[in-house]
């Protein structure tokens, strides 16, 4: 399995290693769906001068308020490329938003789905510890929470067969990792065992019969 890394183990450094694993495809109008602090914009300008970034999430800072839930409120293709970054498990409806993230990209779509069967979250929840602020069953209702829980076998297959069925192939793919994991021995283990030790799975996806170019 092809590994991919994160220069930071922040935010930005996560942006960053996304943005550096595809560098080729950076150009036309970009749609950052759950944009959060639009970080991923100031990332992409250091990289293309090419780039007209809209970002789209709930609230501000994004330049476009909206919920992928209800549909985008965008024709088909509008986007050179369609961003969803650690997104899609926070719907009800994961298949449509999948869909419908596909349905506004012209040429290409960037997916993260993070891994809940990771060895980290597993060790937490043997132990009883909550596996992030975004599980659980607090008194009273969450601002956001994730909706789903798979490993990265699951969320490998679900990008593989849904993409397929929007008529998208998988160009690129892998395991994306933090700084701490950039080790020989911790990238080996992450590329033979992804459901154990891989945080995020990645994928660039392309429109079958659309020239990138």
């Known amino acids: 399995m092809k590994i991919f890394s994160c220069p930071q183990p922040d935010e930005e450094g996560k942006f960053r290693g996304i943005v550096d694993a595809f560098s080729d495809i950076w150009e036309g109008y970009i749609l950052d769906i759950g944009c959060r602090s639009r970080n991923l914009k100031h990332v992409l300008e250091e990289r293309s001068a090419r780039v007209r970034y809209l970002g789209m999430d709930l609230s501000p800072p994004a330049d476009i308020i909206a919920n992928l839930e209800r549909g985008l409120p965008f024709t088909d293709k509008t986007f050179d490329v369609a961003v969803a970054l650690d997104v899609l498990e926070h719907t009800d409806n994961i298949y449509k938003a999948f869909d419908e993230v596909c349905r506004i990209a ?35 209702p969450p601002v956001d929470r994730h909706r789903w829980l798979f490993s990265f076998s699951e969320a490998r297959q679900f990008v593989h067969v849904r993409a397929r069925r929007c008529g998208f192939e998988i160009k690129d793919e892998g395991c994306l990792i933090g700084p701490r994991r950039s080790s020989m021995v911790s990238r080996i283990l992450v590329s033979r065992f992804p459901n154990l030790f891989s945080p995020w799975y990645l994928a660039l996806l392309k429109r079958q019969g659309v020239d990138p170019t």
């Open 106 to 140: 012209r040429k290409f779509v960037i997916i993260t789905l993070p891994n809940a069967y990771e060895l980290k979250g597993r060790i937490k929840f043997l132990f009883g510890c909550p596996i992030s602020g975004k599980y659980g069953l607090p008194p009273d």
